[in-house]
């Protein structure tokens, strides 16, 4: 047929006629179930508040501070919020509000809001008028279905950090995640995603910062740029409104303060648990507990914890002791008390179903468990087999789990362990379709998945700080929601016995601290499989310098103590322990911070050195600071040299002295026996005798190491008893000591607070100070004495008073 000359006869273009109107109406309305907010038909003030009614959507702003913006989405009237996350309520105002043809805008003492009337986008911009973030104006925020998904527009060279527990490279850019809290033992390095739910990061452009917490429990996706030709980055929900919080403060340091003011700060852990702990799945019977005790007394290495894996229970039943391995727990946990260490037992949240097991049989007529829609109870199997799981998100769960652990702490046990709690059963999918009280609210599954371990672990605390008279509880969990940092310390999880494994722990670690979670490590020597001796030595060394440090391993794997690697390794690991604890006033001083202002103890490079380009590369990021002044630089067991970025400032290899300028990539040497460390200089790190474990009272003398360097620094000393909360009630000792070089002097302030600190006697020592051979102390010559290489120290009264030293 010659196409050319066809000419369609009437009844056809009727046909087709009729076809377009019939079918381009539905191909029209499946574009729009894409829906976008539309046009700002109102913007007025709703108390304190901005409401802004668009065609499609109303949006809800409220200033919590003047830099700290809630941002709340919804198409339909907003509901009643409930938020497991966030404590903080809001306190600011907004004190601009200003119309033109094409925006409003609305501004705080500090930020100001760009409303597109168009389509309702929104700019935040600093008084300067520099756009810290922007939505994507095209299609600012879309709703597909029940899923909501807001578009940021990328700035030039933008960076993305934080986001918590997740694999990848520090900078996010060019990466996406998912958020759904997850059992994956032996992840690789590319697993996505993992335990911890924590959809908070921060965005870094042309010397600007800003932060967004999206607090949605619902599974999240963060996409950075990871597909988007560089138009956008985005962030989504399943279901749930559209809310998030807005950080305009400037700086990382700033930005990490306000988050956790938003979502709380850990409270001081007790003392002992910054000591080494020990772990195995499992240590049983008794007598193997206690042996494990008395060996690292006799071979002296310190270590002050001990944990119990799940063979300490009665058939992997929580709250039950097994007679057969442990008849006398009590006894037991009183020679361990004795001997210095502290015990802490595993707790996962299936209570298994047995006719006449207590745990059981209370939740039962309380209707403490989780359901399906029809009201039945739901069942999954884990390690006592059928078990039905708590719902914490009901008020009376939490009080009665709480309760139940005077199973444990009556006989002693001061740590409790909470695994399993991501929720994970046996299968690895729980119905999304279980019902939640939500606090009376009601919920499902879908939405509380990435609360449950929050929920326990708040359980957990809250029910075994009642029942310990006074004194610090450790908590430990798996997984965790945004907030988990009120509660509970985290560990990375399920981790392998590889260098890729020994790397990627640090970053983890770090990228939790940029996150709100300062008390954090990852199981030394690798939870799963065996670490070759060398592995095993340098994860001790890096081990010294992580937040939370516990050697652990798996059922069926090698002996993991310190130990059990030869005498050579033992060497090596009791010269790391004898540090870990030497360095304890310096840690303890980190965690202080930590708890009066988010900053975490184990910091990213990007903390301090966000606009430093060098940092981000592949192969310096996993560096970090340890507290204010030491850099550690991790390497794997099979390299003998490494290389180091070296920030801005002046660095001194903590082992041998040797001075280095910043700004700088050298190559050190990294034998097994030396982790290759730097301090910051001008520095102020003290530092204790050796003990065995932290009831051991240290030597009376208190050691501050002062590091030279151009510039000003202040270090906050402090110390309480470390078990109980007393020092809440002012029994505290806190001091600060500053270095000023152009002065020449060091300052230590009067003490503040009423506990007496454990030391009588100062002994500084100068690093690095040229000739300087005598100082005066309040007035008084003193002659120094030589210490080491480059180094001299003198002694003086640590009295309450201030202290001046002139140099």
Known sequence: MNFTKFKPSGWIVLFFALLLMFFVPGIMAQTSDIITPGRVNDLTRSGKDILIKAENCRILLQAYGPKLIRVRVSRDEFKPDLSYAVILKPSGTFTKLRKSDTEWTIG???????????????????????????????????????????????????????????????????????????????????????????????????????????????????????????????????????????????????????????????????????????????????????????????????????????????????????????????????????????????????????????????????????KYPDHSLYTGSVWPGRCHFPDFTNPMTREWWGTKFAALTDPGVEGFWNDMNEPSAWGQHIPDILQFNLDGKGGTMAGCHNIYALEMSRSTFEGTKKLMNGRRPLILSRAGYAGIQRYSALWTGDNAATEEHLIMG????????????????????????????????????????????????????????????????????????????QLLPYLYSAFYLSAQNGMPVSRSLAIGNTFDEKIYWRIYQNEFMFGDYFLVAPVTSDKQVCKVYLPAGEWYRFSSGEKYKGNTEVTVDAPIENLPVFVHGPAIIPMQSVIQNTAQKPSPVLEIHIYNGPEKTTFTYYEDDGLTYNDEKGEFCKRFISFDPDKKSIIFSKKEGSFPSKFSTLRLIFHDFGDLMGIKVDGEMKTLKLSGKNARFVDVGFEDKEISVDF
Not at 200 to 210: A, D, N, S, T
Not at 231 to 242: H, K, P
Not at 286 to 295: G, K, N, P, Y
Not at 548 to 559: A, L, P, Q, T, V
């Open 108 to 370: 705080t003492d500090s930020l100001y809001i760009l409303v597109d009337r168009k389509t309702a986008s929104l700019s935040f911009r600093d008084l300067d008028g520099n756009t810290l973030c922007e939505d994507y104006t095209p299609f600012p925020v879309t709703w597909q279905g029940t899923s909501v998904t807001s578009y940021k527009k990328l700035a030039p060279g933008e960076k993305f950090i934080g986001l918590g527990e997740k694999t990848g490279p520090l900078d996010r850019r060019g990466n996406a995640y998912v958020n759904w809290n997850s059992d994956v033992p032996s992840y690789p390095s590319n697993q996505d995603p993992l335990y911890v739910t924590i959809p908070f990061y921060m965005g870094i452009h042309e010397h600007l910062v800003y932060g967004i917490f999206l607090d949605n429990s619902y599974r999240t996706r963060f996409d950075f740029a990871a597909s988007s030709d560089d138009l956008y980055s985005d962030f989504s929900a399943d279901n749930g409104e559209l809310n998030y919080y807005f950080f305009g403060s400037g700086s990382v340091p700033a930005i990490l303060r306000d988050y956790t003011s938003l979502t709380g700060r850990m409270s001081l852990p007790p003392y002992w648990s910054m000591g080494y702990q020990q772990c195995r799945w499992s240590y049983y019977p008794e007598s193997e507990v206690l042996r494990i005790a008395e060996t690292f007394r006799e071979k002296k290495l310190p270590c002050d914890v001990i944990y119990l894996d799940i063979h300490y229970m009665d058939a992997y039943k929580i709250f039950t002791w097994n007679k057969e391995r442990f008849p006398q727990p009590e006894s037991m946990i009183r020679k361990l008390k004795d001997s210095g260490f502290h015990l802490v037992t595993i707790v996962d949240p299936g209570i298994k179903v047995e006719k006449g097991y207590p745990a059981y049989e209370e939740g039962i007529k309380n209707d403490l468990f989780i």
């Open 506 to 581: 640090t970053r983890l670690v770090n990228d939790l601290g940029l996150s709100g979670v300062s008390f954090v490590g990852s199981d030394v020597g690798g939870f799963m499989g065996d670490p070759t001796k060398e592995l095993f030595a340098r994860w001790m060394s890096i081990g010294v310098f992580t937040p939370f440090y516990r050697g652990h391993s798996e059922y069926n794997s090698r002996n993991h103590e310190p130990w059990a690697f030869g005498e050579d390794i033992e060497a090596l690991s009791r010269n790391c322990l004898n540090l870990r604890y």
